[in-house]
T-cell receptor
Framework: KAGVTQTPRYLIKTRGQQVTLSCSPISGHRSVSWYQQTPGQGLQFLFEYFSETQRNKGNFPGRFSGRQFSNSRSEMNVSTLELGDSALYLC????????????FGEGSRLTVL | QKEVEQNSGPLSVPEGAIASLNCTYSDRGSQSFFWYRQYSGKSPELIMFIYSNGDKEDGRFTAQLNKASQYVSLLIRDSQPSDSATYLCAVNSNFGNEKLTFGTGTRLTIIP
């Protein structure tokens, strides 16, 4: 059974640009959550999608957005990048929503110069 | 006050000894508790979850929960060098609008 797949794995952007990250969940999983991981703040919750609807959102500015498609694949977008957006962005899928039993992808490491 | 607190470590434990990792949380309404292991450069993986007060054992791992004290711990018996990793405590808070909140993790090093 294939795991959670995130693309791209690494990317470098400059301030002001935008970025789109993609996540394909485990087959059959309908919930996708996104987290930002930095050395200082740890794992911070961004948002959760279930059945193409955003079910929950963390305390991030509106520059961070996401969506989920009918096949449960999800994308997140960050616009007007800032240096502080440099982080590892992790996607996690689960069969149920509102569960802590998450399966994480390997992450997309974003560097903003 | 952080919602989920862990000692960042590093925690060094001799091989074969018991490693004890601790976590406290602030939301008394929290319902479920998770331990994730994250190796350096890798993503977190779920190793234990516990929903009720008391102990839950799985192989060399034991999760302990005390809701009255708002405290959850993870014990690793017969520690192995392969247990060296960062251990993340996660709590399902905000009952009714649940989201998983992670602590910043405890870095554990098992010394051969």
């Amino acid at each position: 059974k294939a795991g959670v797949t995130q693309t791209p794995r690494y990317l470098i952007k400059t301030r002001g640009q935008q970025v789109t990250l993609s996540c394909s969940p485990i087959s059959g999983h309908r919930s996708v959550s996104w987290y930002q991981q930095t050395p200082g703040q740890g794992l911070q919750f961004l948002f959760e999608y279930f059945s193409e609807t955003q079910r929950n959102k963390g305390n991030f500015p509106g520059r961070f957005s996401g969506r989920q498609f009918s096949n449960s694949r999800s994308e997140m977008n960050v616009s007007t990048l800032e240096l502080g957006d440099s982080a590892l962005y992790l996607c996690a899928s689960s069969f149920l929503r509102d569960t802590g039993e998450l399966f994480f992808g390997e992450g997309s490491r974003l560097t903003v110069l | 006050q952080k919602e989920v607190e862990q000692n960042s470590g590093p925690l060094s434990v001799p091989e074969g000894a018991i490693a004890s990792l601790n976590c406290t949380y602030s939301d008394r309404g929290s319902q479920s508790f998770f331990w994730y292991r994250q190796y350096s450069g890798k993503s977190p993986e779920l190793i234990m979850f516990i929903y009720s007060n008391g102990d839950k054992e799985d192989g060399r791992f034991t999760a302990q929960l005390n809701k009255a004290s708002q405290y959850v711990s993870l014990l690793i018996r017969d520690s192995q060098p392969s247990d060296s990793a960062t251990y993340l405590c996660a709590v399902n808070s905000n009952f009714g609008n649940e989201k998983l909140t992670f602590g910043t993790g405890t870095r554990l090093t098992i010394i051969p």
